[in-house]
């Protein structure tokens, strides 16, 4: 516990404590929240100090005070507490033991050197920093052993005069006495914020808000599909709070991707950096522009891959519980925000939290997924898939198609799919506003087997120049074949990204063209069959186009 040490007489005006609480907090997912505490005021004149807070982002820390009075100013000033810490070292244990009486013996061969009453162990010196504001030499650096500022001296009363004897120095003390204390006071430093009103408020309130990081949450969903039809969705959050005491406090879990430009900076409140260091931040520490926040939001997203135990579910697999949780809040939007309310949240800094947000009844299906990449490079060179790709075998993923019929949207997240109490999968849920669909990966589909080939069928020699380089105009067939081994029918939706002209395709695809490359020499397509796959079928897809090729 830190007590406040009496300052000297340049900081010496009475003050008032006004008793701080965090009422309100609303976290993101990069490790940032936005505070809102109350300082109750007490019927007092002079300066009233408020908090303590955690170390606010430039430019968001703001009081507002009653009507009835103004705020004349708010001064931060650093202070010196006390902490007791327990002793674990000898030389601390002999800081703690002043007064007592002690026999000391030395390190290098453990011989008695002195018998006598600890009556001086000073403080450790702090460092004197470079003024760069007066004129002046810069103060020399104090040298080893120990450490700068570590106290190496130590002074103990004997029979025959005073002792002086460097703490490092000491093997083994002797206590006579065995009452010995094994802890003792040390000084820190600290932030006060003194707030200075023109006149007293007894009962007005101050109210601090300010952006600071240390806490953040992390969402996670479980997608039940033990039903045929209807997929039970339960989320919850992760609080993970290093920043600061909540008692009670209303917490709002914010989705989306607000631009918060100095979050990386400290604000001067916070007494954590002199003016040079503070002037440094503001033209290197800015936050990240909205691209590298998109990246910093999700980064607290575990992704362990898709993957499951194939086949069907064993009959002995004992069942485990799925969560069950209530129906999800309205929350709220602001802006281009989301905000899922928390109600009356207790957690200690340096404690993890866990808090089920809802579980909804959604209405999914199953789909199988085969994605098969362009063969054609952004240098518009073809790749040899044989020599490139081995032969690798074709990936066909079992996956799930959720429907968002809730009022809230879901935000990216880990999401594991269980049946009847077992695991199936993990994937990221993405995204997804009330009335979207998003589909989250199962597990390969082993038993759907797929083969794919493509072959060139003419070739046009030197046919364009583009950006003074010739091209050969090449037309390309494919071929598709998948065939199912369940015992099930199955909705396969197979995608090919294709780059040229696409001129056919069996059973007719359908054609996205997208923008992506627009510089090269050949449009960008997505073809897209949906093929309803009976138990034992084999389907075959074709598909044909032309396409430019370096030479």
Sequence with gaps: MLVPVVLGTAHSDEHAEAPTRIERVALFKNGLGFFVAESALPDATGPVVIGPFPAASHGTFWVAYPANVRLENLVARETVMEESVEAITVPELLRANVGKKVRVRVSYEDKLVGEGTIVHFPEDREPTDEDAYVTGRASVPWGRPGGPGQSQLVLIETADGMMAIAPHSIWRVEFPDKDVARSFTRKVKAAQLHAHLNKPAPGGVLTTTYLAKGITWAPSYAIDVSDAET?????????????????????TLVTGFPNLRFADVLSPFALKENLAQFLQSLTRGESRREGEARSVVTQNIAYFGAGGYGGGLGAAMPERPVPDYRAAAAGQA?????LYPLDDVTLQKDEVGYYPLFTESVPYTHIYQW??????TEGERYLQRAEERRERPEE??????????????WTTAPAETVQNGQILGQDILSFTPPGGEATVRITQAVSVKATQTEVETARERNAA??????????????NLS????LAKSVTLEITKTVSGEVKSSAPEADIEKVARGLRGVNPLNVLTWTLELNPGQ???????YDVYVRL
């Design 334 to 338: 602001a802006e281009d925000l989301f």
């Design 538 to 544: 084999v389907q075959d897809v074709t598909y044909a």
């Design 482 to 485: 998948v065939e199912n081994f």
């Design 371 to 376: 994605e098969i990449p362009d063969y054609v």
């Design 396 to 409: 066909v993923w079992h996956s799930l198609r959720i429907e968002n019929t809730t009022k809230v949207p």
């Design 465 to 478: 120049r583009f950006y003074e380089r010739p091209y050969d105009l090449v037309s390309i067939e494919g």
């Design 231 to 251: 997929a039970r969705l339960s989320a919850k959050a992760t609080i993970i709070n290093e920043a600061a005491d909540l008692d009670g406090v209303d917490v």
